[in-house]
Nanobody, 127 residues
């Protein structure tokens, strides 16, 4: 299971950085994606990064505001979120695609072939 951290309550326009780790296994060979689920809505893809960081794919409504990155020495994937808006409020999840050869498959519209997920971290953006 992956573990997300870094969520919290911020005001509109502020920034947050989320982190994703994988205690007990490595993410080095895997593409890793960030997803979010807002109240009453389906889970949606936010960003994905390939295993070697060569590819980073974003959903249209976060492109230019969010940045996904990874540090394979620390086996950690980050989501830097800037210019946050109230509509970014959601539980944010990270997940890995272990069978995709390190590439981001089907991003950003799905279906998402992720085989391990975290429990999520809440991001709450006030107006």
């Amino acid at each position: 299971r992956l573990v997300e951290s870094g969520g919290g309550l911020v005001e509109s326009g502020e920034s947050l950085q989320l982190s994703c780790t994988a205690p007990g296994f490595v993410l080095y060979y895997d593409a890793v994606g960030w997803f979010r689920q807002a109240p009453g809505k389906e889970r949606e893809g936010v960003a994905c990064i390939s295993s070697n960081s060569a590819d980073a794919i974003y959903a249209d409504d976060v492109s230019g505001r969010f940045r996904i990155s990874r540090d394979n020495r620390k086996d950690t994937v980050y989501l830097q979120m800037t210019s946050l808006k109230p509509e970014d409020t959601a539980i944010y999840y990270c997940a890995r695609d272990h069978a995709g050869g390190g590439g981001c498959r089907n991003y950003p519209n799905g279906p998402y072939p992720m085989d391990a997920w975290g429990d999520g971290t809440l991001v709450n953006v006030s107006a």
